[in-house]
């Protein structure tokens, strides 16, 4: 077995490697002058079973491209099979058409992965639990809700969870039921379709004199999670935190975070976040361990 780090994910893979207390097979990722890369496998690989980890936030395409290249690089060196550890699957939330003329951008993704070679996918906190029926091949699908239940328990009795919008009822439940059904609240959130603007509309359950924690699954522009904030505040909350699987940091994210109301956001490292991009309110808890087991016990 061989595992490969892309260039999007190096650190997790790193850590996931310890783990699975093996090293990280070199790999030659060279850029040409205009962004073309050209990959080489330097290990040994035919009959072997390798895994990739690459994740694909920011710059969302390029680190997409480097992905379908390696794994063609892989299959074409004779791998027997190519897991490839995507923490955070980026197109996700086009996992359907939402406006007639739209693309399923997820499917195209999808496509291309089992068509270089992909044999399994590992990946985490999907946006919508029916996204493994777009692959073909198997999909484990991972989280770090359970990780983030254990940090929630350190905030005190006096907390209730807040999903950001409906598509987030789903993990807000999973994480009240996993300490031991404690309260929650949802906010109704709107989004724009052409424009992507968001409004709230409501919020539905009781903050007031409470310990808000937001959960999502992911974390772009920062806008719902600090709308959902100013929101929870005005109707009485007395401090909020904010739980996100993935946070992929668009924008200025970082800066609007650090200026909002909150008092800290946890992410996980399904997503590397650069060193420009941390700031003092940012916490981020790792999954190589989960990915780690995961991959150990598909072996
Ligand atoms: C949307 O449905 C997702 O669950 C997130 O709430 C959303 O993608 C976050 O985006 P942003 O941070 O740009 O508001």
Avoid: W
Avoid at 60 to 78: C, H, P, V
Avoid at 112 to 127: A, K, N, P, R
Avoid at 142 to 151: D, I
């Amino acid at each position: 077995m061989r595992i490969f780090a892309g260039s999007s994910s190096k650190n997790l893979a790193r850590k996931i490697s310890g783990k699975l207390k093996m090293d990280l097979s070199p790999v030659e990722i060279f850029v040409f002058p205009d962004g073309e890369k050209r990959i080489r496998i330097k290990d040994k690989v035919l009959g072997q079973d390798c895994i990739v980890v690459q994740s694909a936030g920011i710059p969302t395409d390029e680190n997409y491209m480097e992905l379908f290249i390696m794994i063609d690089a892989l299959k074409r060196s004779g791998a027997k099979s190519v897991k490839t550890v995507i923490p955070y699957l980026g197109y996700q939330r086009q996992d359907h058409i939402f406006r007639e003329g739209e693309a399923v951008s997820l499917e195209v993704i999808a496509k291309i992965l089992t068509s270089v070679g992909m044999t399994e996918l590992f990946s985490f906190d999907f946006h919508s639990p029916k996204i493994p029926e777009i692959f073909s091949v198997p999909v484990h699908h991972l989280s770090a809700l359970p990780q983030f239940g254990e940090k929630i328990k350190e905030l005190g009795r006096n907390t209730v969870l807040v999903a950001p919008d409906m598509g987030g009822i789903r993990r807000v439940k999973q994480i009240s039921e996993m300490l031991g059904n404690i309260p929650f609240a949802t906010i109704e959130k709107n989004r724009d379709l052409s424009s992507g603007e968001i409004s709230n509309s409501g919020l539905t359950g009781d903050v007031r004199g409470k310990i808000a924690v937001i959960i999502d699954d992911m974390i772009s522009t920062a806008v719902t999670i600090v709308d959902a904030t100013n929101l929870l505040i005005e109707e009485g909350a007395i401090k909020v935190f904010a739980f996100a699987t993935h946070g992929v940091f668009a924008r200025y994210a970082d800066k609007i975070l650090q200026k909002s109301k909150i008092e800290k956001v946890f992410v996980s490292d399904t997503i590397e976040v650069p060193p420009y991009k941390i700031f003092p309110k940012l916490e981020i808890i790792s999954i190589a361990e989960v990915t780690a087991k995961a991959l150990r016990s598909n072996q």
